[in-house]
């Protein structure tokens, strides 16, 4: 019964991304238009909230704590689905293989999930997680994003004076780019060449 109820669920979020984005692939409503939409949302939520889910979180670094209040508590992501698969004090990177409404709505549609995470789905996300932290960052590795890969790959991170070099190098990696010199060294230098070793091995 609770299965039921679960598909039910996802199958009318399903329809509802459908109805959404469809206005954006016919022109009715403007990408910015449509990030705006979301981001009200998301921003709406996390105000409501931050207070107590600060307390809840607050022994764990800020990289986790954002996870875990946007993942699993504002997204209702089952744990399993959304794995940090490498970390450090001031980073983590994510690994989500869980549904997706915005997946299902762009294979229906046949369009191109890359484009949408990009253009209309990652700034709400940008702009909630400041309430957790001005200094925390969210973005995507849109070289690894389903379905165009098994899971998808996001990071957040808290950038200050020291994490900015390697947090540099890895949205370059991101973005299929290599890193400049500078950020081959410090804290995440091994975290950066198992990156690299793993992207050039197809992993």
């Known amino acids: 019964m609770l299965e039921t109820a679960k598909n039910i669920v996802q199958q009318y979020a399903v329809e509802e991304k459908i109805k959404f984005l469809k206005k954006v692939r016919d022109g009715e409503l403007g990408r910015e238009a449509a990030a705006k939409i ?9 105000k409501n ?43 983590i990177i994510v690994r989500s293989y869980n549904f997706c409404p915005y997946l299902q709505a762009c294979q229906t549609l046949g369009l191109d999930s890359r484009d949408i995470c990009r253009h209309i789905c990652q700034k709400p996300v940008e702009e909630m997680i400041k309430y957790i932290h001005p200094n925390l960052k969210f ?29 540099a190098a890895l949205k370059a990696l991101a973005g299929g780019l290599r890193p400049p010199p500078l950020a081959r060294g410090g804290v995440l230098a091994m975290t950066i060449k198992n990156h690299e070793e793993r992207k050039n091995s197809h992993y």
């Open 139 to 167: 973005w995507r590795n849109y070289n690894k994003i389903r379905p165009h890969e098994e899971y998808c790959e996001e990071y957040i991170s808290l950038e200050n004076e020291i994490a900015c070099p390697p947090i």
């Open 49 to 91: 909230n931050i207070a107590r889910l600060k307390e809840v979180y607050k022994d764990l670094s800020l990289p986790l704590a954002a996870h875990r209040i946007i993942y699993f508590e504002h997204m209702y992501i089952f744990p399993p689905d959304s794995v940090v698969f490498e970390m450090s004090p001031d980073f």
């Open 38 to 46: 979301i981001e009200d949302r998301r921003v709406s939520w996390i």
